[in-house]
């Protein structure tokens, strides 16, 4: 079993599987959601899906028992984000995420305005996005190494009140060893088939992979949405989980 899953969720509910649900509209992702089971995996809600439908279908989904991760990552002005973030606690969403990049001050900004909710969500700062290759960070002006940035802006993230942070699979195993186990790293870019991959990730990992490495939570998109029976992969993978 995965110790670091104990922390955030009761053992009924310890699964480290979080759904992408990337789907373009309510009617499409609903039925999908109907095929699932609140206590093998919790949902995310990426820019595409919370851009046609707003709140009204976040509510839905934590109404009928799941937990949510609103996936917007947030990078504005320290103000800005901090009331974004208290209106997603409001709602009752279990995780939201800010780009690290926005700093110190934006970062302890999110974590004071949800401090004493009474639901507060978990605040996950993203560090390099997973589609992100070494050439294209030096583009941006950063020549820093993949490792050493996510490093540093984890780092910062947890100095700065935060609860985790997004990072690939591959950066799970030295984050763990300096930033602690009560640190959550969300992990994208797991692939059920390596090898058959050829979607837009490209720091990637097998559940298995992942998991040894120190990862907390898995993002799966395709592999589930896409699956011919997406219970029995939910099943699959949080069997390897509680191994």
Same mark, same amino acid.
């Given at each position: 079993?995965?110790?670091?899953?104990?922390?955030?969720?009761?053992?009924?509910?310890?699964?480290?599987?979080?759904?992408?649900?990337?789907?373009?509209?309510?009617?499409?992702?609903?039925?999908?959601?109907?095929?699932?089971?609140?206590?093998?995996?919790?949902?995310?809600?990426?820019?595409?899906?919370?851009?046609?439908?707003?709140?009204?279908?976040?509510?839905?989904?934590?109404?009928?028992?799941?937990?949510?991760?609103?996936?917007?990552?947030?990078?504005?002005?320290?103000?800005?984000?901090?009331?974004?973030?208290?209106?997603?606690?409001?709602?009752?969403?279990?995780?939201?995420?800010?780009?690290?990049?926005?700093?110190?001050?934006?970062?302890?900004?999110?974590?004071?305005?949800?401090?004493?909710?009474? +639901?507060?969500? @978990?605040?996950? &700062?993203? /560090?390099? $996005?997973?589609?992100?290759?070494?050439?294209?960070? *030096?583009?941006?002006? #950063?020549?820093?190494?993949?490792?050493?940035?996510?490093?540093?802006?984890?780092?910062?993230?947890?100095?700065?009140?935060?609860?985790?942070?997004?990072?690939?699979?591959?950066?799970?195993?030295?984050?763990?060893?300096?930033?602690?186990?009560?640190?959550?790293?969300?992990?994208?870019?797991?692939?059920?088939?390596?090898?058959?991959?050829?979607?837009?990730?490209?720091?990637?990992?097998?559940? +298995?992979?992942? @998991?040894?490495? &120190?990862? /907390?939570? $898995?993002?799966?998109?395709?592999?589930?949405?896409? *699956?011919?029976?997406? #219970?029995?992969?939910?099943?699959?993978?949080?069997?390897?989980?509680?191994?």
């Amino acid at each position: 079993m995965n110790p670091l899953m104990t922390d955030f969720q009761t053992p009924a509910q310890r699964t480290p599987v979080i759904v992408a649900l990337d789907f373009a509209n309510e009617q499409d992702t609903l039925g999908f959601v109907r095929t699932l089971d609140p206590g093998l995996c919790q949902l995310k809600i990426g820019k595409e899906l919370f851009t046609a439908t707003g709140r009204n279908l976040a509510e839905k989904l934590i109404n009928q028992g799941f937990k949510l991760f609103l996936d917007l990552k947030y990078h504005d002005i320290p103000n800005t984000v901090a009331q974004a973030c208290k209106v997603a606690a409001d709602m009752g969403v279990w995780m939201v995420d800010m780009h690290t990049c926005g700093g110190r001050r934006m970062m302890e900004a999110a974590a004071e305005a949800v401090a004493n909710h009474t +639901a507060k969500p @978990l605040l996950i &700062g993203v /560090t390099v $996005l997973t589609s992100m290759e070494q050439h294209e960070l *030096a583009e941006t002006g #950063i020549d820093t190494p993949i490792e050493e940035q996510v490093l540093r802006l984890a780092t910062l993230a947890q100095n700065s009140g935060l609860d985790g942070v997004v990072c690939s699979a591959l950066e799970a195993a030295p984050l763990r060893r300096n930033l602690g186990n009560e640190f959550v790293l969300v992990t994208p870019g797991i692939r059920l088939d390596i090898a058959g991959n050829n979607d837009d990730q490209r720091r990637i990992m097998t559940p +298995a992979e992942a @998991l040894a490495a &120190g990862s /907390t939570y $898995l993002v799966m998109g395709r592999p589930v949405t896409q *699956a011919a029976d997406p #219970i029995a992969v939910l099943r699959e993978v949080n069997r390897v989980a509680n191994a």
